[in-house]
Every structure is written in C-alpha cells, then in structure tokens.
C-alpha cells in the first residue's frame, strides 16, 4: 500500500519555541514529490513546503523547513519561532500517478 | 483571480435527494480534482479530470458522478445521498497532472470546501 503516515495526532508549542511534525510515507517510485499542507479552521488547504524527492537539499521557506530522509521515507517538519497563526491542522502528501496521498493530519495549537 | 470557487458552503440532505456541487477556477488551469476529507483521514480523490472532456475515477468513486463542463467548471453529483457522504468535499485544480519523476510538478489549488451533511 501506499501510503503517509502521521503519528502525532494533536501537539502543542509555546509561542515562539520550535516544533516537529512527523510524517512518514511508503512509495515503490524513485521519484515524487513531498508536500506538507496547512488547514486552519476556515478550511482552507494552503501549501507551506513541497521537497522534490530527486533534491537532496532540504526545502525552506521562511520559517518552515523539512528534514527529507529519502532512504528511510521520512519527511518532516520544522516550525521555527511558532507564531499564534500556525494554529491549524497540518498534512504531510505525497504525489501519485495522477492525485496527492495524504496523511491524516496533524493538528497544532500554539500556545500564548 | 478568485481562484477555485466551490458552491454551496454547506448543505443539509435528506437520505435519498440528489444534489450536485459546483466548482469552477478562473486560472485556465487543465487538471480539477473533487476530494472528501472524513474526521482522523486525510483527503481522498474521488474523481478527477485531467483535461477538458476526460473525467477517471478516483480511490472512493462509488455513489458519485462528474461532469466537466468545460475546462473552467467540474461538478460533482450525489444521486441518491447516503449517510456514509457526509463529508467535506473540496475541489482542486492544477496546469496539469502531477507527475512523478519529472523535472516539473504543478501545485494543486483548493476551493474552500464544502461541508455536506446527510441525515
């Protein structure tokens, strides 16, 4: 099967502290691309980072970066400096033939 | 640019009714996807449609259908709603398909969703 595999339901940060979400994927493919998506309470899916997993260089943006093991099919997320705003539901996807897998989220809540 | 527009926001059916749900992008984008999203998943692709007049069947096809109108609308409809529907369902549209392995990917952008409930 191929799938993403989030294995932290819920986490908490202080505001300002730095926080990891977890995901984990499997795909026979050598090539794909990685993503992970924000979901806060109005619903909206926001794209935060996407890794192409042909790039060995991890993905940053702004505050955001991942850590990428492609040989252990890791792909997780840094949060730098958590900012109340980052409150929100977090997906980790992965590309397939023709759609995105997701995994099934985690949900963050930054704390004042 | 609105970008991807979904109607309605919420609707409330009865088991049985029929609904349809519309999408449509204003970023001439060739590829629309139509997504539910269940309480502990993640989103799951119903159907999507690569190019205008092309429409695949996605992991949880069954109880729905689509039409793509043309290459700016892509309506998802619930012939006969099931309590097992109650759902979000979000729609999403990209340039083109994704592909794995190639140089270039093109991101998929989502509508606001909608949330359906079926008593």
């Known amino acids: 099967a191929q799938t993403v595999t989030q294995s932290q339901p819920e986490m908490s940060v202080q505001e300002a502290e730095t926080v990891t979400l977890s995901c984990t994927y499997d795909?026979?493919?050598?090539?794909?691309?990685l993503f992970w998506y924000k979901q806060p309470p109005s619903r909206q899916m926001i794209l935060v980072i996407r890794?192409?997993?042909?790039?060995?260089q991890n993905a940053t943006e702004n505050r955001f970066s991942v850590n990428f093991q492609k040989a252990a099919k890791s792909f997780s997320l840094k949060i730098s400096d958590s900012q109340l705003g980052d409150t929100a539901m977090y997906f980790c996807?992965?590309?397939?033939?023709?759609?995105?897998?997701f995994g099934t989220g985690t949900r963050l809540t930054v704390i004042p | 640019n609105a970008g991807v527009t979904q109607t309605p926001k919420f609707q409330v059916l009865k088991t049985g009714q029929s609904m349809t749900l519309q999408c449509a992008q204003d970023?001439?984008?060739?590829?629309m996807y139509w997504y539910r999203q269940d309480p502990g998943m993640g989103l799951r692709l119903i159907y999507y449609?690569?190019?205008?007049?092309?429409?695949d069947k996605g992991e949880v096809p069954n109880g729905y259908n689509v039409s793509r109108l043309n290459k700016r609308e892509f309506s998802l409809r619930l012939e006969s709603a099931a309590p097992s529907q109650t759902s979000v369902y979000f729609c999403?549209?990209?340039?083109?398909?994704?592909?794995?392995?190639?140089?270039?990917?093109?991101?998929?952008?989502f509508g606001p969703g909608t949330r359906l409930t079926v008593l």
């Open positions: 449609s690569a190019s205008e007049g092309t429409t």
């Open positions: 999403a549209s990209s340039e083109a398909l994704p592909r794995s392995g190639g140089p270039s990917y093109n991101e998929q952008f």
């Open positions: 996807a992965r590309t397939g033939a023709n759609n995105l897998f």
């Open positions: 795909t026979s493919e050598n090539n794909y691309y």
């Open positions: 970023m001439n984008h060739n590829s």
């Open positions: 890794q192409e997993a042909y790039k060995q």
